[in-house]
Every structure is written in C-alpha cells, then in structure tokens.
C-alpha cells in the first residue's frame, strides 16, 4: 500500500486521502512539490514503487486459459492500477527532473568566484577562515545595487601590486623611510605614501578612511593606515599577502597627537606663512601634513585646487587628519575629473563599492552580527532599520524624536499603525512579519515602540517584532567594546530591506552605504518640536560632506560648490554639505 508524503503541518491525515472515490491520485503535483532535500530519497522510492506496480499489473494482466475474464472485478482494478502507474510514473519523473536542476542550482550558487567577489570587486586568494565575513556577507546582503566597472577592477588590483612593491618593509619603502627620517628630499621616489591618523568616532573613521583610499587611489599613493587602540581588532586585511596597517616604528607615529593647525609642517601654515615649495620645486619636504578637520581655515581647503595638487604630488609622505567624507570635493578637482568619471560611471556608487571593498568584520565581530540577525531577522518577510541619533543634551527618551519616527514610518508605510478598538486581529491565516532593528544609544525608544505593537494588533493584520541590540547610552569613542557593538549594529542595519537614518549621522551613512540603501533621513528637530515633515527619502545612498570648501580655485572667490556641476549636490539633511548624486 502506498503512504502519503505528508505536504505540511495543516493537513489532516483523517480528512485527507491520496486516492478519490475512483481510486485516482487526487493531485499529483502536489504530492511531487517536496523539497529539494528530500528529492533523491523520493525519487529512489518511486522506483521501488514503479517496480511494484508493474509487477502487479502483469499479474493482472495474464489472460486466463480460455481468453476470456471470469472475474468482471479485475478488468476495473487493471484500469485503476494503470491509471495509477502513468500517474506515479510521471511523479517520479518530474522528481527526477527536479533534482537534478536543484542539483544544478546548488553547483551554481556555491563557490563562484562571481559571487563570492562581488563580481571581481573583491580580491582573489585569501584565507577564507582567517576573514569569514569576507565572503559570507553575500548570503546576507542583497546584492550590489550596481555593478562595479571594470576599470574600477582594473584599478583595484593595479593598487594592490603596487602596495606588495611598496609596503611597509619593502626595498622602496626602507628607501623613502630613510629621507623621511634625515629630514632631505634628493630625488623622486619610487613610491609615494598617505598615512590615515585614526581619529574621531567610528562612523567617521570609515567614511574619512574610504576616502583617504580613494585620494590614495587617484595619486598613486600606497595607504598606511594608523591602527590607533582598536582598528585592527574592528576590520580584516582588505588586501592579500600584505598589511595596511602603518609600522608601529614608524617615526612620525609618535607626533600624531601634536598635529594640528599649527604644526610646523601643517600645509595650510606653509601656505599661510609663505614658506611652502617655490615653483621650481627645488624645497620639496620630505612630508606635509594635511589638517582635514571640519575645523580647517581657507589655507588647508586649498588642498582642494588643482595647482595644490600639483604642488603635493611631489611630496613623498602625506599625513592626514580628518573627520570629513570628503569624496565630493575630489569630484570637482579638474584633474581628477576624468579618472573618477571612469571608476564610478554612477557616481553614488562611490562609497557603496569601496565599503564592501574595504570593510570586512573581524571574525568576533561577524560572530556577533550573523548570531543576531539569526535569531531576530532571519525569518521576517521584511527588515526595516530605525537608527536614531539624538544631538540634544538631556538624558531622552524625547517624546518629540519619538512622534517623528512614527510619523515618519507610517507616513511611508515603512510600518502598520495599530488598531487601538480591538484587542486581537480579524484576520485570520498566516501573517505577513516584519522586524524592525532600532540602534540607539538610548532604549527608551525602542521600549516605546515595542510595547505599541504588543499592546495593540495592527490594521493590517501583519505582526512586528521590535529588536535593539544593545543601548550604551552615551558615546564611548575608542573604547573597544563599544565600537565592537557599534560597527556590528552599522553591519547589521546595512541587511536590511528598508532604513530610516537621523540627520548628520555617519552612523547611518556608513550603513546606507554598505546596504546600497536610499534611506529616509529624519530632518533634524528644531526647538524640541518634531518637524513637519518628520522625514524625505534620500536623493542617492552616499554619506554628506558635512564642510566643504566654497571657493573657486581659479577666481579665487567664495562660490555655491553646490552648483558647479550636476552630480555634487547639497545634502538632504544638511543644506550647506555636499553628496554625490547621479544626474540624468
């Protein structure tokens, strides 16, 4: 006798038979949609079982002796037992049929360099155990909103032979180590380098560090970058067979906390005091540094103008401090114009590649991100992020912040409203779910919102579960486990379908960025009052340069540098900031 294979947790094996009144199979798609793991053992069973019934069926097709049927029973039993076996036959080739496309798919999906790189994004031959969230984030990111170009590729493994030549402890390296360290600039070096100084919040050191990467990319300059107290325990190794990471006997190491506006070799002051290089070129320093703070006078914005550039080419160590994105004003350089033009042809894809280029969570912090998405977003239908930035001074929960996030999300249909009238949803069956993940420093609003959706069933009948990692309650820069939450939290908002943001936050810049989200940005309150409208979706997924220089290089004059060209615009939520957008 055949056995049912049982569909789900809702049929009824007492109401529920596989044949009908005529003996017939009922559905025989039904019974065949199984899933993919359990194809082979059913499609070894129905074998077995085809056996059986073609036995059965010779018995009962033997005529008898005399040619004709004495029992008028088995000539209707024959025809079932036929219909039977046509049916389970076509059963079990359509099982056949199934596994070997899910065998197929899973030879597809499993180890293509294609996916695993990001299409060629990413670098080939690295340990992949030494770095898991290099190439598991594509089992939970949603893919890349673009693809990158191919001269963008092109570029990034021309950098990366050029870091093996030039890294610390090369040949060139010692060499051009040995002029910094006399002091003496005799002849142009083989290579040329920018040191990244590690300095403010998280969210800032990797919207500055992305664009320390990209100047570097642009002049031809290896990247150093200073581990500070937790850089190195917070990202892998972007790149194979050789460290980022500056030396730590690096000589100028130690002055890093010194370096200022005012520092002998800031370049804004060379400038300013007149003693930077003649035009001949012949007072090359061994080293400038660059003062990119969002505090920098007029001198250090000259960083920005085409004959500056052309002046620091020549220097062999760049030193820079910053907490800016400072990417679009590289966009209105002139002799980057068209190398930048043919890295990122779209241009709001500048961050959204080099994050998932450069950005990879250590091991301990991969652990902390895939365990919670595990279990609170995995299973939802829809993720949506909330994260909440509050600038004013007061211990909060704000009732003002909280009416403009709600207003916000169910302005947007980002999340349902409730139904305050009944205690339990009319509708019945299954419910579409969705998980909100809130990052604050504060719990007061996700206790908020959270007991809003338990208290009260939502009109549309869909179910929410409001989730907050973790609530620090104040910023804690450069305390290890604090960014160890933090950069996780950032990692964790990228993966979802859909973001709300706080205004001038890098915070969520950074995980607009890596998701290749367009968030909306709530606008930032004034006098305590949520605005109206409590928020605007994004023009482009990249971060704001939140101070820009406003001058015309060659007018030398103040001017909209938010008006120059079509794809540098003024921020959403910030209206003298700058971002990148693409114009059509």
């Known amino acids: 006798m055949l056995k049912r294979f049982k569909n789900g947790p809702d049929d009824d094996p007492e109401k529920l038979s596989d044949f009908d009144s005529h003996g017939v199979l009922r559905d025989t798609y039904s019974i065949c949609e199984l899933n993919s793991m359990r194809l082979m ?26 040619g004709v049927s004495e029992v008028p029973e088995a000539r209707v039993f024959e025809v079932k037992s036929s219909e039977v076996l046509a049916q389970v036959t076509f059963c079990c080739f359509f099982t056949f049929l199934k596994f070997i496309a899910s065998e197929e798919d899973a030879s597809m999906s499993v180890g293509l360099p294609k996916d695993k790189l990001l299409g060629g994004l990413l670098s080939a031959g690295f340990d992949e155990r030494s770095c898991l969230s290099r190439h598991q984030s594509v089992m939970y990111h949603k893919e890349l909103s673009d693809k990158p170009s191919s001269y963008l590729i092109s570029r990034l493994r021309k950098y990366e032979s050029l870091l093996i030549q030039c890294g610390p402890y090369s040949e060139s390296y010692n060499r051009t180590l040995e002029q910094l360290k006399s002091g003496n600039y005799n002849r142009p070096s083989d290579c040329n380098y920018v040191v990244w100084i590690s300095f403010s919040g998280l969210g800032n050191r990797i919207l500055t560090l992305a664009s320390a990467f990209l100047y570097a990319l642009l002049t031809n300059r290896v990247l150093l970058v200073d581990p500070g107290v937790d850089m190195a325990d917070l990202f892998c190794e972007p790149f194979p067979e050789i460290s980022w990471f500056l030396p730590p006997d690096f000589p ?78 590289l966009f209105l350089i002139p002799s980057f114009e068209q190398e930048l033009s043919n890295l990122f042809p779209k241009k709001e894809t500048v961050f959204h590649f080099l994050g998932r280029y450069l950005f990879h969570p250590t091991n301990r912090i991969w652990g902390l991100v895939i365990r919670y998405y595990q279990a609170y977003l995995a299973k939802a239908d829809e993720r949506i992020g909330i994260q909440i930035r509050v600038f004013d001074t007061g211990t909060g929960p704000f009732q003002h912040v909280l009416d403009q996030i709600l207003a916000c999300t169910l302005k947007e249909d980002l999340l349902p409203d409730i139904n305050r009238k009944q205690d339990i949803a009319r509708s019945s069956g299954k419910h579409k779910s969705k998980a909100v993940l809130m990052t604050s420093l504060s719990s007061g609003y996700f206790e908020r919102i959270r007991d809003m959706y338990w208290e009260h069933p939502t009109v ?93 290089c060659k007018a030398r004059r103040g001017i909209d540098t938010g008006a120059l060209v079509p794809h540098v615009k003024h921020c959403e939520d910030m209206s003298w900031g700058l971002k990148l957008v693409d114009s059509y």
């Open 41 to 66: 053992g059913v499609f070894v069973v129905c074998l077995m079982v085809l056996s059986v019934l073609f036995s059965v069926s010779l018995v009962l097709r033997g005529p008898p002796s005399n």
């Open 252 to 329: 100028l190491k130690n002055q890093f906390s010194d370096f200022n506006q005012e520092y002998p070799q800031c370049y804004g002051k060379m400038l300013k005091d007149n003693t930077a290089i003649n035009s001949t070129g012949s007072m090359v320093p061994s080293y400038v540094y660059l003062h990119l703070v969002h505090d920098y006078g007029d001198h250090d914005k000259l960083f920005f103008c085409d004959d500056d550039q052309s002046f620091l080419k020549k220097v062999p160590w760049l030193i820079m401090k910053t907490d800016n994105y400072f990417v679009p004003s």
């Open 460 to 552: 549309t009948g869909e179910v929410v579960g409001i989730y907050q990692p973790s609530h620090e309650e104040f910023q804690q820069t450069e305390n290890q486990m604090h960014s160890q939450k933090a950069w996780a939290e950032i990692y964790l908002l990228s993966l979802t379908d859909a973001l709300v943001t706080s205004s001038w936050s890098t915070f969520g810049y950074v995980a607009q960025g890596l998701g290749g989200l367009k968030p909306w940005i709530l606008y930032k309150p004034e006098n305590q009052t949520a605005p109206e409208p409590p928020c605007r979706r994004a023009m482009s997924m990249e971060p704001c340069f939140h101070a820009p220089p406003f001058y015309d």
